[in-house]
């Protein structure tokens, strides 16, 4: 019944069919978002209405079915938005609406809008989330970079900060 999944730091998650979000494994830092901070090793709900979740060091950004975009678990430089910036949010909260994907990396997290801009939170960018590109239907974070598809097909990467620049492929 598993939709989609993700491996973070410690705590891997899945989406059923259904919508619900199921996180088990380190919960330290919030990353269940259920306010608790207590380990299980059996999978617990802890969300519904979930098409997609990404995962990273400590922390975890979910999409809903409606577009927003939510976030919980360790927040030192800003990954999942505002709410518990400095140190960790133990509970999903809201950081945009409007999207169709979204990627996280160690310290950053980027959603796709449905109009094809990439946005961007978390180290270098602020906590609140700002456009970086246009045109992407495809992105992924990593520690300290990005990398997104554009609908022209062209591939662009940066890292945390940088201007994103196009990849020349041979």
């Known amino acids: ?15 059923a069919s259904s919508g619900a979000l199921f996180v088990k494994g380190r919960a330290n830092r919030g990353q269940y978002g259920d306010g608790k ?6 999978f617990v ?7 997609q ?6 922390h975890a950004i ?17 990954p999942v938005g505002k709410f518990g910036l400095g140190d960790k949010a133990v509970r999903w909260s809201w950081i945009m609406s409007g999207a169709i994907a979204v ?18 939170w978390g180290s270098e960018y602020g906590p609140e989330p700002v456009p970086v590109l246009s045109g992407v239907t495809a992105v992924a974070a ?3 970079t990005t990398i997104a598809l554009k609908k022209d097909l062209t591939l662009w990467q940066w890292g945390r900060g940088e201007k994103p620049r196009q990849l020349t492929l041979k």
């Open 1 to 15: 019944d598993v939709a989609t999944a993700a491996v973070g730091d410690g705590a891997n998650y899945y989406i």
């Open 37 to 42: 901070l207590k380990t299980t090793q059996k």
């Open 45 to 51: 709900q802890t969300a519904s209405e979930g098409v």
């Open 53 to 58: 979740i990404s995962a990273h060091t400590g």
């Open 62 to 78: 979910l999409l809903k079915k409606n577009g927003d975009v939510m976030g919980t678990g360790g927040n030192i430089f800003g």
């Open 103 to 120: 990627a996280t990396g160690a310290s950053h997290s980027v959603a796709i809008r449905t109009d094809g801009t990439l946005m961007a």
């Open 142 to 144: 990593g520690s300290t």
